[in-house]
C-alpha cells in the first residue's frame, strides 16, 4: 500500500507567516497534486506536478516535486486569512488513474 | 451551475437502515470516482467508473456498499445494513481526464 504522509498536521499562525507544508513518501509517483479543501466544501486542485525537480508557483504559492519523486512541499509566503484550509496531496503512479491521498494539514491563519 | 452536484447534502439515518447517496457529474467527464473522508484522515478510495469499462470495485469496503452509473453519467452509492463506522463525507469526483472536479460531499451520521 502506498502511503502519503504529510506534516504537520496541524498549522496555526498570524498573517504575514511564511509556512511550509510536506508530502512524503517511500513509493515513486508519476505525478502529485495539491488540493485545498474549505469546511463543507470538496477538495479543489491548486497544482499538479509531474517531473523530478519541478517548481510550479501560483501567487503566493509554491510548490516543489523532489527530484526522485517520492516527496512534495508546498510553501506558502505571507499567508492571509483567505488560506486557511486543509491542504491535502495526492499522488498517482504510472499506470494508474486512482489517487493516493494524504492526511492532510489543517491550517489556520489567524488575522 | 456546471460543477459536480451531490445529494442529500446531509444525511442522518439509524444503523441498520440503508441509504442511498447521488452524484451529478458534470456533463461530458468520462470519469467519475466515489471516496470516503472521516475526520481525521485522507480520501479513502472506494470505487472508480470510466466509460463504459467495468467499474474498480478494490476500495469498497465491504460487500455492504455498491455503486452503480446510470447511462455514463449520474452515479448513486448504496450502503446496506449501515453502521456507525460507517459515518463519514461521502465525496464524488468526476474528471475529463487527470484533473478530478470535487463535488461538495455528503455527510452521513448514522446514529
Known amino acids: 500500500t502506498q502511503l502519503l504522509e504529510q506534516s504537520p498536521q496541524f498549522l496555526s499562525i498570524q498573517e504575514g507567516e511564511n509556512l511550509t507544508v510536506y508530502c512524503n513518501s517511500s513509493s515513486v509517483f508519476s505525478s502529485l497534486q495539491w488540493y485545498r479543501q474549505e469546511p463543507g466544501e470538496g477538495p479543489v486542485l491548486l497544482v499538479t506536478?509531474?517531473?523530478?525537480?519541478e517548481v510550479k508557483k501560483l501567487k503566493r504559492l509554491t510548490f516543489q516535486f523532489g527530484d526522485a519523486r517520492k516527496d512534495s512541499s508546498l510553501h506558502i509566503t505571507a499567508a492571509q486569512p483567505g488560506d486557511t484550509g486543509l491542504y491535502l496531496c495526492?499522488?498517482?503512479?504510472?499506470?494508474?488513474?486512482?489517487?493516493?491521498f494524504g492526511r492532510g494539514t489543517s491550517l489556520i491563519v489567524h488575522p | 451551475g456546471a460543477g459536480v452536484s451531490q445529494s442529500p447534502s446531509n444525511k442522518v439515518t439509524e444503523k441498520g437502515k440503508d441509504v442511498e447517496l447521488r452524484c451529478d457529474p458534470i456533463s461530458g467527464h468520462t470519469a467519475l470516482y466515489w471516496y470516503r473522508q472521516s475526520l481525521g484522515q485522507g480520501l479513502e478510495f472506494l470505487i472508480y467508473?470510466?466509460?463504459?469499462?467495468?467499474?474498480?470495485k478494490s476500495g469498497l469496503p465491504s460487500d455492504r456498499f455498491s455503486a452503480e452509473r446510470t447511462g455514463g453519467s449520474v452515479s448513486t452509492l448504496t450502503i446496506q445494513r449501515t453502521q456507525q463506522e460507517d459515518s463519514a463525507v461521502y465525496l464524488c469526483?468526476?474528471?475529463?481526464?487527470?484533473?478530478?472536479?470535487f463535488g461538495p460531499g455528503t455527510r452521513l451520521l448514522v446514529l
Open positions: 506536478v509531474v517531473t523530478g525537480g
Open positions: 469526483a468526476s474528471s475529463p481526464a487527470e484533473t478530478q472536479y
Open positions: 495526492a499522488g498517482v503512479s504510472g499506470g494508474s488513474y486512482i489517487p493516493t
Open positions: 467508473f470510466q466509460g463504459n469499462s467495468a467499474p474498480d
